[in-house]
């Protein structure tokens, strides 16, 4: 930093420096927009050139990265009442879950078989 610059800083007063630290957020706000602008305005002229549209280049990675599938995990109770009726243990309860909770108080008799060993 310059030293005539830090001189005149160490000079002031709490409240002006609260000022100029306030005047510095908004110029460094201010000159960041600009700077997006810019670099999104070089990248649109360089996408044209290539004859490509900017939502195919700039998001192409994103829109990779949510196609990627979620993992999926077994079932590990279910619905006595309803067998059809799973649930892996992750997330909301199902009104079932709650409902059993609600009557017995634990969930061990709603294990699957493979899920009591």
Do not use: C, F
Not at 8 to 17: F, I, K, S, W
Not at 33 to 44: D, G, V
Not at 50 to 70: F, P, Y
């Amino acid at each position: 930093m310059d030293t005539s610059l830090e001189k005149t800083l160490e000079g002031l007063e709490l409240q002006d420096l609260i000022e100029v630290q306030d005047k510095v957020a908004e110029l460094l706000k201010s000159r960041q927009k600009e700077e997006k602008k810019s670099l999104i305005e070089q990248i649109r002229e360089m996408a044209d050139k290539a004859g490509l549209e900017i939502d195919n280049v700039v998001w192409a990675d994103e829109i990779k990265r949510k196609q990627k599938s979620r993992k999926l995990y077994p079932p590990k109770y279910y619905n006595p009442q309803n067998p059809t009726q799973t649930w892996t243990g992750l997330g909301r309860q199902p009104s079932w879950i709650k409902e059993h909770l609600a009557k017995h108080g634990n969930l061990t008799a709603l294990l699957l078989p493979e899920e009591k060993q």
